[in-house]
């Protein structure tokens, strides 16, 4: 069974070079996996091969004391995101947010790359092969395989982990308007990113797992003080949050903007949907 | 007097009740620990302030949800899911905390370092107890954000990937430096 776990992942058209790396990739996967045992991310939502599934790993030889033997498959799936087939490509990701967005600014795709499993694995043991946070040595053992990571300011996404709403995803916060994260703080962020990826997914026709959905059903809870869908996304694509968000909130909600935002970084979900009730009169 | 929603005794208690309905002595001594871990996070989340009440309202009401109706290991695993889920968070808080000071130069590489070790130190620890679970989508979605956290305590290890939350912040960071 594929190793896989939801998350926001990118889509790519240059492949990283692969010197030096110390990946163990054997038809884009990575060879040997204890099967049936038991990792961090063994629940399906891409819908990509089989044979992209997890990485390999010697099991209990780890480079670093204490950390855990690898377990890899056996898991049941969750969803079945391979429904609408797998990870959207960067060409594609970008007309169906300009087919839902084009009228609130063009859209750009931003610095990303999806990789395939093998690709993935020497890009990160390009920067850390050398040292005991390799991929054998610690990716595989703590986490069975990973999702994405970034550097020099590009995101290096694991094909085999995404879904459809993975390439919008990140696409999206790309496009966000200067002022949106700095204003909003990252948790709200996320879930906005995904309130847009889906109404986006949606009119084309496409489904993917809500990535976030503690933070989503904040977002919904703010939505349904009074603010349009719409009004959300100008102060995402545009700009405004101040106003649109914090002044809102301030006027309307039980608490501060400064509340909600303190709440939501510190992923207290319900505090911070408590401050977000509309205000008694 | 105490206040039967944010008191933590008479809270424990309450939750207690509710979640070790038919468990074996072994069990519900099992579950005890968990409520305990679980119902301490909720009071810090509730804080002090005039809405702790509804906070643990809401918290109550979404563990009656998850826990209601089912057998024995079910209501175990989910309530352990719920307190590796609470580890995690606090975990995650912190590596992007950490990871923010670095970016904005309010810490040191020499300090960096030891903190993320020890917040890896931590991770590893969770990464095995949330490998335990045997529910495929709780791992996969407590995962997900461990993986995000180690990136971010790698981060402040080595200097060199991060997390993608975490170059966001770091893109917005360097823009509204060059504006």
Redesign the interface.
């Known amino acids: 069974m594929r190793s896989?776990?939801?998350?926001?992942m990118n889509e790519v058209d240059r492949r990283k070079g692969a010197e030096g790396a110390a990946g163990t990739a054997a038809g884009g996967a990575g060879g040997q996996v204890a099967v049936g045992k038991?990792?961090?991310?063994?629940?399906a939502?891409t819908g990509t091969s089989p044979a992209a599934a997890g990485p390999s790993a010697e099991v209990g030889k780890t480079g670093?004391a204490?950390?855990?033997d690898v377990?890899v498959g056996g898991?049941?799936?969750?969803?079945g995101a391979g429904s609408t087939g797998g990870p959207l490509t960067k060409e594609k990701a970008k007309q169906v947010l300009q087919d839902a967005f084009g009228t609130y600014k063009t859209m750009s795709e931003g610095k990303v790359e999806l990789l395939e499993q093998a690709d993935f694995q020497k890009a990160?043991d390009k920067?850390?092969g050398s040292?005991d946070?390799s991929w054998a040595k610690w990716v595989v053992p703590?986490?069975?395989n990973?999702?994405?990571?970034?550097?020099g300011?590009t995101?290096y996404i694991n094909k085999a982990m995404a879904n459809t709403g993975t390439v919008p995803h990140?696409m999206l916060?790309n496009n966000a308007a200067?002022d949106w994260?700095?204003f909003v703080g990252?948790q709200f962020?996320?879930g906005s990113t995904d309130v847009l990826k889906q109404f986006a997914l949606k009119k084309a026709g496409l489904t993917s797992p809500n990535s976030y959905p503690d933070q989503i059903s904040c977002v919904e809870t703010f939505l349904a003080t009074g603010v349009t869908q719409e009004q959300l996304f100008t102060a995402y694509l545009k700009g405004g949050a101040d106003k649109i968000v914090g002044e809102h909130v301030d006027k309307t909600c039980?608490?501060s903007w400064s509340d909600v935002k303190n709440a939501m970084?510190?992923?207290?979900w319900?505090?911070a949907?408590?401050?977000l009730?509309k205000k008694t009169k | 007097m105490t206040n039967p929603t944010t008191d933590r005794q008479a809270l424990l208690d309450r939750v207690i009740a509710s979640a070790t309905i038919g468990m074996s002595p072994g069990d519900a001594a099992r579950m005890r620990e968990l409520l305990d871990e679980l119902v301490r996070d909720w009071l810090r989340e509730a804080g002090t302030d005039g809405d702790a009440p509804a906070v643990i309202d809401l918290l109550y009401k979404d563990f009656d949800a998850a826990v209601a109706g089912k057998p024995v290991a079910a209501r175990i695993e989910a309530v352990r899911a719920q307190v590796l889920d609470r580890r995690i968070r606090r975990l995650g808080v912190q590596t992007f905390a950490l990871g923010k000071q670095i970016i904005d130069g309010g810490v040191s590489r020499g300090e960096a370092r030891p903190r993320g070790e020890a917040l890896m130190k931590e991770i590893d620890a969770v990464a095995s107890d949330v490998r335990a679970l045997a529910d495929a989508g709780a791992r996969a979605r407590l995962g997900r954000d461990l993986q995000e956290a180690g990136m971010e305590a790698l981060y402040a290890i080595e200097g060199k990937a991060m997390s993608l939350r975490l170059n966001h912040y770091a893109s917005d960071a360097q823009a509204s430096r060059v504006s």
């Not at chain 1, 898991?75 to 969803?79: D, I």
């Open positions: 896989s776990v939801e998350g926001e038991r990792t961090l991310v063994d629940s939502q670093r204490g950390a855990p377990d898991a049941p799936h969750v969803e990160y920067i850390y040292t946070y703590t986490y069975g990973l999702n994405g990571f970034a550097e300011g995101n990140e916060h200067s994260t700095p990252s962020d996320e039980a608490g970084e510190a992923k207290d319900a505090r949907k408590v401050k009730a």
